[in-house]
């Protein structure tokens, strides 16, 4: 549990920095592509992930034994990870100079340790306590948003600016439901399928990458489109709304077929969770380049920093409440209503985001 705490505390620190760079080198009138382009990685490892992972177990019972193959997974993508971070050191370097281990690394290093011995207390008193596991989720949530709440209420800068930014606080919440989105079902897309058909896994495993799989044409398509709109002046927050909108519906015209069919077809399930997903994955985008433009080029890491910290939120939760629901009632569809009902919910905020009128760029 420790492991896994710094793991996830160490892993949070790239997106800020990831969306910023994208946003400084992208070409004029090109940033919500570039966010698209580089996200599309997001997609390509979640549906390697999801139709790798039998393998990569079987491998670890040959090698392992049967009661350690839960390892591989773990050795084999930690392992890509260190060495994808070794081959990017050279290109970092000549993108922005020498990476230098300063004060910042050492901020974060004892920010970190703290983090991870305030959330390890708390889940061993909350376990000890016999809490179900959305409570334990849902407790070491709001404790994470009280210490980076005492975090940024003692310090100026671009922290309290992004807290005073009424549109970054919007987009932060608002992010909420695009993480409870995104970890619902990449946690549980499978067994929704798998259950639901009485499929067995590796069927259940390909549709659900219909799941995944979309964001290879959604990310960038959306990112294009986003881009398209503001070179002619209509600036992003309406096709934001839009596609947040329809997602929603899509989710909740899937949790309805779900409820109504007495046995879903796989192949009106893989239809659907590719729409769904077409459309949630063209989102994001321009979600972000909407954040990049909202504040000044130097709070941008503040500003992806609060977003992905209160959409986290929705991560944390989301896995947890999910399975906790079909625990109590055997059918995913209460869980699936929720995330459906959350994504139209955040489309409603969009809404009331003060874009400003955009400036038409050259298009390129």
């Not at 671009?158 to 549109?167: S, Y």
């Not at 499929?199 to 398209?228: H, K, M, Q, Y």
């Not at 309406?238 to 947040?244: D, E, H, I, S, Y």
């Not at 459309?279 to 000044?296: G, T």
């Amino acid at each position: 549990m420790a492991i896994s705490a710094i793991g996830w505390l160490g892993e949070g620190v790239l997106y800020s920095n990831d969306r910023t760079l994208i946003a400084r080198h992208s070409p004029p009138g090109k940033v919500s592509l570039g966010m698209g382009v580089v996200i599309t990685g997001l997609a390509l490892g979640l549906t390697i992930a999801t139709i790798s992972a039998p393998y990569m177990i079987d491998l670890g019972v040959d090698v392992l034994g049967k009661d350690d193959a839960w390892r591989m997974p773990f050795l084999i993508l930690g392992s890509v990870t260190l060495l994808f971070g070794l081959v990017m050191m050279p290109y970092l370097r000549r993108l922005g100079g020498l990476l230098r281990m300063g004060g910042a690394t050492l901020r974060l290093g004892t920010t970190s340790v703290l983090f991870c011995a305030a959330i390890m207390a708390v889940y061993l008193v909350a376990d000890g306590a016999g809490m179900p596991t959305w409570g334990v989720a849902v407790t070491e949530t709001a404790l994470a948003l009280v210490l980076v709440g005492v975090i940024f209420s003692r310090r100026a800068g671009d922290a309290g600016a992004i807290v005073r930014n009424r549109d970054a606080m919007l987009l932060s919440v608002a992010a909420i439901a695009i993480l409870w989105n995104l970890w619902f079902f990449s946690f549980w897309s499978v067994s929704i399928v798998a259950d639901a058909a009485h499929s067995s896994f590796t069927e259940a495993a390909l549709v659900a990458t219909f799941n995944a799989g979309a964001g290879i044409i959604g990310f960038p398509a959306g990112g294009r489109l986003s881009d398209w709109a503001r070179t002619r002046g209509w600036g992003r927050r309406p096709l934001l709304v839009w596609f947040t909108l329809l997602q929603g519906v899509l989710v909740l015209l899937f949790g309805f077929y779900l409820q109504a069919a007495g046995k879903p077809s796989l192949v009106v399930m893989s239809v659907l969770l590719f729409t769904a997903s077409l459309f949630f994955n063209a989102l994001q985008p321009m979600a972000h380049a909407l954040v990049a433009e909202l504040v000044e080029e130097h709070q941008r890491g503040a500003a992806f920093g609060m977003w992905n910290l209160v959409g986290e939120i929705g991560a944390v939760i989301s896995p947890a409440l999910g399975g906790a629901l079909f625990d109590a009632y055997g059918t995913w569809v209460g869980a699936v209503y929720i995330d459906g009902a959350l994504m139209i919910a955040g489309a409603v905020l969009y809404v009331f985001v003060r874009e400003g009128r955009a400036v038409a760029l050259a298009p390129g």
